[in-house]
DNA sequence: GACTTTAGTATCGTGCGGATACTAATTGCA
DNA sequence: TGCAATTAGTATCCGCACGATACTAAAGTC
């Protein structure tokens, strides 16, 4: 008879609030501390499930992205308890709300969360860093209209770097990724900026660019 | 009371036999079916020091690299018959003997292993090439001399596609990570190749070099 | 000794990315 | 109303890294 464990999953959520990451904290009053949402898993239920079920109960939609991080054992205790934990990592748009019990707490969120949820979160931050070429996980961390200037600072947030706005703009036409809309957003002072869809098209010639790379 | 389950960590090992990847599989007679080395997670147990120890068991040695791959929850069925398992990666040095009881399977494996664990394979490399550009990966997958056609043959090799020699030589010279020995190798005919040894000297000026974005 | 094979290097051209400077369109203010 | 300030977006130039090609070097083979 093999030992068994109780499996807690955990999910590291994050948006965009004034231009800094943010990650989704439960039931933290002002001040108090926070906590991952999580979810024991049940017999019979797959880990991908279970993870994307309590992203949508708890965010109250499904996240714009979302992936499994890897396995924990916990030395150090998880609320749950249990000795194992799966952690997800997912984002949603920026502008959307914290359901309620929870709060967006930005980072670095140092006394909010425990030690261990904190190296959790620099995880899932490097794995966003490392996949966002690959995927669109910084357009899923934008409303559905967004600007050029909005979408450089957020990979400049990620990758935590600045980058030249030519070169960005250069890469991103060659990557056939984004569509121009008839629609300018005037923000304060200045030109106003053209809004931008997410529209890829894998096509000939459209040769893949590591943004990462840039400068 | 939660439900609690038996968990498994399975060890995809790999090595290098005749220009090929090749996978260690455990039990496989001739032609007969293979599986995956694995171990029961007991109370108490760390997940990477069992894996780790798993590694160094069924080895008789430590790998040379290795890393989690992740969790799953198995619909179809594990051997040790556990819900869930933890896939871990290693690596070994080309020559290294299959421990007793065990085979090198070289890629594609197609019929020894079961689709399941194939997909692993599939994933287990993907995170090689992933990272074999910040990782030593290719470095341990090679004796501790080695020439620079054998390391390049092994960039192609986990790239899955031709690279340019000049080009390599000259980011590999820029990224200071090996290191020439006062020997030469004769393979058979043409000129000796110089045997050089990794010793990464991260220093100023060392330029990060993506070997991955090279032709 | 000529040919073949493999290791390793030198040279050149092209193209990408960064710097700089420019144009464009709006707000704020005198 | 015009000028400065601010932000969006573009054009031009230039250095340099990469790829192509061709070369030298050192061994075996006939």
Redesign the interface.
């Known amino acids: 008879m093999?030992?068994?464990?109780?499996?807690a999953i955990d999910l590291i959520c994050f948006t965009v609030v004034g231009g800094a990451l943010a990650v989704l904290g439960a039931g933290a009053g002002r001040g108090g501390r926070s906590a991952l949402p999580w979810r024991?898993?049940?017999?019979g239920?797959?880990?991908?499930t279970v993870a994307a079920r309590l992203a949508r109960t708890t965010l109250g939609r499904a996240p714009g992205w979302r992936t499994?991080?890897?396995?924990?054992?916990d030395?150090s205790r998880h609320p749950?308890l249990?000795p194992?934990s799966?952690g997800y990592v997912a984002v949603v748009p920026a502008g959307t709300d914290a359901p309620p019990g929870h709060l967006w707490h930005r980072l670095p969120a140092a006394g909010a969360f425990g030690t261990r949820q904190q190296r959790g979160m620099v995880a899932a931050i490097a794995t966003l860093r490392?996949r966002m070429d690959v995927e669109p996980i910084a357009f899923r961390l934008l409303p559905a209209a967004f600007t050029l200037g909005e979408l450089q600072a957020l990979y400049e947030l990620l990758l935590g770097r600045r980058l030249h706005k030519a070169s960005f703009r250069r890469a991103l036409q060659g990557a056939f990724l984004v569509e121009p809309l008839e629609e300018w957003r005037t923000e304060g002072r200045g030109r106003p900026a053209q809004l931008y869809r997410y529209a890829p098209r894998r096509q000939r010639g459209s040769r893949p660019v590591?943004f990462a790379?840039l400068a």
């Open positions: 093999p030992d068994r464990f109780a499996t024991l898993l049940g017999a239920e797959g880990l991908d499994q991080l890897g396995a924990s054992s030395t749950s249990a194992l799966v490392d590591r790379l």
